[in-house]
């Protein structure tokens, strides 16, 4: 039950015929001229990308900064990065509908499609930070080769392999399915031939039968159920990757948790950034209200109190422990060559974020946007500093380096910036950015015609 | 095994699916009956249309609602969903594929001594089982939703209904089939007015 004080889920006066019209005319209306001009910046971000991925095919790994000890260098950061990004869309549109908290309809379509290309610009990361990643495939998929070998499926780098692909093609599936019924909602909307022909050819004949849905829902129902174990899975094996090596400050059992918790903040984060902006650009501040954005922002603030607990937690192992190595990596991290950005890291994740304790900061949407930003700079900074600083000077102080990125590390992040949002800017152009048939569930609630105000899934 | 299949995928006697008709010398098809739909402002009137229509005798009959609506699969008489049965048999067949690779290929195919732990690592194998179970049953839930909803069907008949194209906005349908044993072709037409709908029209095949 909606507490009286909170702002609505949804502006009140609507019914499920204005929001169908609302929503879709995003989607049918002309093109806005700022969708021209941001698609183009992004556009050509991604062209960069490009650029790069031929210079690297061509010249190999070289032409970014790492070496020995640093063989992980930006690549590596940005994947952690992007795969945690995703993480929040998962946990929108699978754990939130488990837990029937209506509120998440209006955003989850967007969180969904921002897991998907987020985990692309993750999976484009590991694809070529391989090196040679024609010969790549071989040793990453189990497929019977001419020279008889098969993947070590002991290692945590092959757990990562299908997890990651596990959850592209899940987040996709899930993604689509909860497309069809809006698919089919454009179709019977549409004025264009095309647009006519295109949605009807993806919605398959969708038809909103009692049949259709009574499958539907329950197909949706059973995928948040298996979404949920999945998305935690994910982070938890990528935490793998470094935990299950001896390298100083990977070597932690604290990783799995605090990495997932990390994802969670780093993805809400992204959704903030977002919807913000979309919010305001498409005129959909009534169904993308202040609730969302209040609880999106408290949801940042407890998982950031989990990662500030990550934080310490190591901090005391490193003590703890007992072991040199361990103290001289915490150390290092703080007063080393990196710690500038150690202290940067937690003026970013730790520091800004308790601004949200106040009511009146969890209110303004400026306030907000700034500090969601921050939070995915600080993100990136986290990752930055687990591979970096670990790796740089680790047992024997001979073979102690830095890690300088080149201009190619750079021009490599910059373009999956430009891959993620290209995407992102095609989907809001070209599908609806929120749920319409949700919302209708929403929305009859207030429709004096209709007696029923019970949830989206027809529970009261 | 066939019943069980044909349990799961049961053919004719599915209230959405006609059997063509006879084809007429020339080429030329009759304008065949399908049904008759009426529509409805609101999913209670819906609902109390089609509990009247059970009561009248008839069985075949199909509603299309903007959202999904609870009680409606129960009062049209469509049993239960068969998905969930078929995402536990993805999720079984995944288990056994995942474990099943690993298995056979560290074991069998490509015995390798990594730090000398056993051939059959089993505990190292768990991740990947567990991600391969996830996604066979993702992927049948899917694809077992599609199947059951007979979906893709690029052509129906409702779609020719002038305002079928408001079952995707705000308003809702019940359409009583040409099938239905109870069913006469002026008759159900009358009844179908009587239930409050706000328009009642044939649906041709």
Known sequence: MQISDRPPVIAPGYTPGTVTDKISAVVLNKTPRWWYVAFGVSFIALQLLLISMAKLLVLGVGIWGVNIPVGWGLAIVNFVWWIGIGHAGTLISAILLLLRQTWRTSINRFAEAMTLFAVAAAGMFVLFHTGRQWLAVYWLFPYPNTMGLWPQFRSPLMWDVFAVSTYATISAVFWFVGLIPDLATLRDRSKSPVGKIVYGMLAMGWRGSARHWHNYEVASLLLAGLATPLVVSVHTVVSFDFAVGIVPGWHATIFPPYFVAGAIYSGFAMVMTLSIPLRKLFGLEDFITMRHLQNMAKIMLATGLIVAYGYAIEMFMAWYSGNQFEQYMMRNRILGPYGRIWFLLILCNILTPQLLWLRKVRNSVGMLFVISIVVNIGMWLERFVIVVTSLHRDFLPSSWDMYTPTRWDWAFFVGSLGLFFSLMFLFIRFLPVISIFEMRTIAKGVDPASADTKDMRGRA | ?205
Request: glycine residues 10%.
């Open chain 2, 1 to 205: 095994m066939k019943s069980f299949l044909g349990r799961l995928f049961p053919r004719g006697g599915k209230p959405e699916f006609g059997t063509p008709g006879p084809r007429v010398a020339g080429g030329e098809l009759p304008a065949r009956l399908f049904g008759v739909i009426a529509e409805f402002a609101n999913a209670e009137d819906l609902l109390h249309a089609v509990h009247e229509s059970r009561k009248e005798g008839y069985q075949v009959m199909e509603a299309y609602t903007p959202y999904p609506v609870e009680e409606l699969n129960d009062a049209i008489g469509h049993g239960p969903s068969r998905v969930p049965v078929l995402v536990l048999l993805g999720g079984i067949v995944g288990a056994l594929f995942g474990f099943g690779l690993q298995y056979w290929t560290s074991v069998v195919a490509y015995p390798l001594n990594i730090g000398g732990r056993p051939y059959n690592s089993w505990v190292s194998f768990i991740p990947i089982t567990f991600e391969c179970t996830i996604l066979f049953a993702g992927l049948a839930a899917v694809l077992g939703m599609l199947v059951l909803n007979r979906l893709p069907m690029p052509y129906h008949p409702v779609f020719s209904v002038p305002r079928f194209h408001l079952a995707s906005r705000d308003r809702f349908f019940l359409m009583i089939l040409a099938r239905d044993p109870r069913f006469r072709a002026g008759e159900t037409f009358r009844f179908m007015e009587t239930l409050g709908a706000s328009h009642v029209s044939d649906v041709e095949d």
